[in-house]
């Protein structure tokens, strides 16, 4: 019997000396493995650099995608205990770069719209449809003739809208000259002197074209999984400061598998015209609160 006992001792020790050997093994077989992958992805990196540093187009996009569907019947907690609710909420930003040793074209998009839903079956009368809730268009092409390096004359236009609910009522439409700057890779910052916002709006009372200066802020940059855009445009017009405006979007895209990730977008603007146009007061006496939106769901990289 004791025989029996050591000799099944023996026969544990051996096992398990041999599974904490294999997993040893597996350990550092991983290890070399992810150094010869991290030498590889590094060298990749440096590939992409050169691509990217060469002339021609370069294309991208991504966005996010936000939303919820929910229906009660009888839960008499609350206040509506009948009801079918929802949220849908997109977002979608991509660009089209020309870049050349003499000259660039910048060209990009941003659309963020989203929709809401409640309806609450006791009630007849509500409005039981996806009424627009985030509603946000802009459309931007920038060309430059390069002067050095890091800066160059410019043109640019620049067009800001709704697309839902009033589209181009108001509609601004930026036109303008003047010098682009490149401090550093992925920042593109537009001084324009000479630019003139046209608006388009049925209430003349509220809405004036002007002339101003334009400045645009840019920047946009990839880093592995992550890709993310920050955006700050504004215009300050040389006839009254009520006729000004100015308007900063962000947005971050993180993938998590493949394709698919998760998203969060923001914006801030400060616009009297619109504020005067929505309250229904003459353009000074408006309460130019600041206006602002955000999204958060899943993302898609395309």
Do not use: C
């Given at each position: 019997?004791?025989?029996k006992l050591l000799l099944s001792a023996v026969?544990?020790?051996?096992?398990?000396?041999?599974?904490?050997?294999?997993?040893?093994?597996?350990?550092?077989?991983?290890?070399?493995?992810?150094?010869?992958?991290?030498?590889?992805?590094?060298?990749?990196?440096?590939?992409?650099?050169?691509?990217?540093?060469?002339?021609?187009?370069?294309?991208?996009?991504?966005?996010?995608?936000?939303?919820?569907?929910?229906?009660?019947?009888?839960?008499?907690?609350?206040?509506?205990?009948?009801?079918?609710?929802?949220?849908?909420?997109?977002?979608?930003?991509a660009f089209a770069n020309k870049i050349e040793?003499?000259?660039?074209?910048?060209?990009?998009?941003?659309?963020?719209?989203?929709?809401?839903?409640?309806?609450?079956?006791?009630?007849?009368?509500?409005?039981?449809?996806?009424?627009?809730?985030?509603?946000?268009?802009?459309?931007?092409?920038?060309?430059?003739?390069?002067?050095?390096?890091?800066?160059?004359?410019?043109?640019?236009?620049?067009?800001?809208?709704?697309?839902?609910?009033?589209?181009?009522?108001?509609?601004?439409?930026?036109?303008?000259?003047?010098?682009?700057?490149?401090?550093?890779?992925?920042?593109?910052?537009?001084?324009?002197?000479?630019?003139?916002?046209?608006?388009?709006?049925?209430?003349?009372?509220?809405?004036?074209?002007?002339?101003?200066?334009?400045?645009?802020?840019?920047?946009?940059?990839?880093?592995?999984?992550?890709?993310?855009?920050?955006?700050?445009?504004?215009?300050?017009?040389?006839?009254?400061?009520?006729?000004?405006?100015?308007?900063?979007?962000?947005?971050?895209?993180?993938?998590?598998?493949?394709?698919?990730?998760?998203?969060?977008?923001?914006?801030?603007?400060?616009?009297?015209?619109?504020?005067?146009?929505?309250?229904?007061?003459?353009?000074?006496?408006?309460?130019?609160?600041?206006?602002?939106?955000?999204?958060?769901?899943?993302?898609?990289?395309?």
């Open positions: 019997m004791n025989r026969l544990i020790l051996t096992v398990a000396f041999s599974f904490s050997q294999t997993k040893e093994e597996l350990q550092a077989q991983k290890a070399e493995k992810q150094a010869e992958a991290d030498k590889f992805q590094a060298e990749a990196d440096a590939l992409q650099a050169q691509i990217d540093a060469l002339p021609g187009w370069r294309v991208g996009a991504f966005g996010t995608i936000g939303g919820s569907l929910s229906g009660f019947n009888n839960w008499y907690a609350q206040g509506s205990p009948n009801n079918n609710s929802g949220n849908i909420g997109i977002t979608f930003n040793d003499k000259y660039f074209w910048r060209n990009s998009l941003l659309a963020n719209l989203a929709w809401v839903k409640f309806d609450d079956r006791d009630n007849p009368t509500d409005d039981d449809s996806f009424r627009a809730g985030t509603d946000v268009f802009n459309l931007s092409s920038l060309y430059g003739q390069k002067l050095s390096e890091k800066w160059a004359i410019s043109g640019l236009m620049e067009y800001r809208t709704t697309l839902i609910d009033n589209f181009n009522d108001p509609g601004f439409l930026d036109v303008g000259v003047g010098a682009t700057w490149t401090p550093i890779e992925n920042l593109i910052v537009v001084i324009h002197p000479l630019n003139y916002n046209f608006v388009f709006a049925d209430n003349d009372a509220a809405f004036n074209s002007s002339a101003g200066a334009k400045i645009v802020a840019d920047y946009t940059r990839q880093i592995g999984a992550i890709a993310f855009k920050t955006n700050f445009s504004t215009f300050q017009s040389y006839e009254d400061s009520d006729l000004s405006n100015w308007t900063w979007t962000n947005s971050f895209s993180y993938t998590l598998w493949k394709m698919i990730g998760v998203g969060f977008d923001f914006g801030l603007r400060s616009n009297q015209q619109e504020a005067a146009n929505f309250q229904g007061v003459p353009l000074a006496d408006a309460d130019n609160d600041l206006q602002s939106y955000y999204t958060i769901g899943l993302s898609y990289k395309f």
